[in-house]
């Protein structure tokens, strides 16, 4: 079974730039989430769905980051324009069952 | 606001013996808790869970602890071995006031283990 995975590995990116992240899940979860750990911090929550519908939002940052989730398949978060503050590692993950998580390998996003 | 606090940013431990990894929190809505490990470079990879009804459970070399009145967890694994050193993430996730299905993360503990 192919685990989650995300594209770009890593991203560089000039402020005021527009970025977007792809997150592909394990196939059959409905739930998937995107969390961020900037500058090795702890890794935090920005949002979660529910197939195509956003459950919980209550971790974006600002009105700078967009999350989708088309058809309840794969979900994109786009920064829109970029800050410097957005850099950090971007991790999404999937769920079947309400507990237990898989995370994908991240995006290292990098604004300069 | 940290909920979930793990304050040991490291922990070095002989190949053999046992490693401590713990955890505390401050949200008494938390009923599930997790461990995640992490390597360099990947994602976080689910290690163990416990509910808060139970005060252990055990997976292997690995162990989970809760001590509800004191709010405090701790993963024990025993023989530790060299595949074991990575970073140790403790996450709990709440009930209230509604399934809140977020996991809220610690700030994680390297853990090295040597020969």
């Known amino acids: 079974e192919a685990g989650v995975t995300q594209f770009p590995s890593h991203s560089v990116i000039e402020k005021g730039q527009t970025v977007t992240l792809r997150c592909d899940p394990i196939s059959g979860h409905d739930n998937l989430y995107w969390y961020r750990r900037v500058m090795g911090k702890e890794i935090k929550f920005l949002l979660h769905f529910v197939k195509e519908s956003k459950q919980d939002e209550s971790g974006m940052p600002n009105n700078r980051f967009l999350a989708e989730r088309t058809g309840g398949t794969y979900s994109t978060l786009k920064v829109q324009p970029a800050e410097l503050e957005d850099s950090g590692v971007y991790f999404c993950?999937?769920?079947?069952?309400?507990?237990?998580?898989?995370f994908g390998p991240g995006t290292r996003l990098t604004v300069t | 606001d940290q909920q979930v606090k793990q304050n040991s940013p490291s922990l070095s431990v002989q190949e053999g013996r046992i490693s401590i990894l713990n955890c505390d929190y401050t949200n008494s809505m938390f009923d599930y808790f997790l461990w995640y490990k992490k390597y360099p470079a990947e994602g976080p990879t689910f290690l163990i869970s416990i509910s808060s009804i139970k005060d252990k459970n055990e997976d292997g070399r690995f162990t989970v602890f809760l001590n509800k009145s004191a709010k405090h967890l701790s993963l024990h694994i025993v023989p530790s071995q060299p595949g074991d050193s990575a970073v140790y993430f403790c996450a709990a996730s709440a009930f209230f006031p509604v399934r809140a299905q977020k996991l809220v993360f610690g700030q994680g503990t390297r853990l090295t283990i040597n020969p």
């Open positions: 993950a999937s769920s079947q069952a309400i507990y237990e998580q898989y």
